[in-house]
């Protein structure tokens, strides 16, 4: 069993910048590739990025990429989300969850996620 505890939203202006942690319970972390999704108001959830266990791949949707950056630390049992640049349009809820590659059906634990809003 992993349980997943996002941090870091906020309330930030178009242009800044925010990182999101989310924090693993248990030894098994690094069992596990790990990703970031997102849900705006009124939308369905998004995939954002995803890592493989070691992190030496990453992936991000096309709507992110440049501006987001993924990361973990097994170490630490911690992911990470960089954002920079951000916009209006990125306001939403950012879940962490973990699973194994490519993180698309192969998802066992979510998070119960983190507000981001970006004002313009």
């Known amino acids: 069993q992993v349980q997943l505890v996002e941090s870091g939203g906020g309330l930030v202006q178009a242009g800044g910048s925010l990182r999101l942690s989310c924090a693993a319970s248990?030894?098994?972390?690094?069992?596990?590739?790990m990703g970031w999704f997102r849900q705006a108001p009124g939308k369905e959830r998004e995939f954002v990025a995803r890592i493989t266990r070691s992190g030496s791949s990453t992936y991000y949707a096309d709507s992110v990429k440049g501006r987001f950056t993924i990361s973990r630390d097994n170490g630490k049992n911690t992911l990470y989300l960089q954002m920079n640049s951000l916009k209006p349009e990125d306001t939403a809820v950012y879940y962490c969850?973990?699973?194994?590659?490519?993180?698309?059906?192969?998802?066992?634990?979510w998070g119960k996620g983190t507000l981001v809003t970006v004002s313009s």
């Open positions: 248990g030894r098994t972390f690094s069992s596990y590739a």
């Open positions: 969850a973990a699973g194994s590659w490519p993180l698309d059906r192969s998802i066992y634990y």
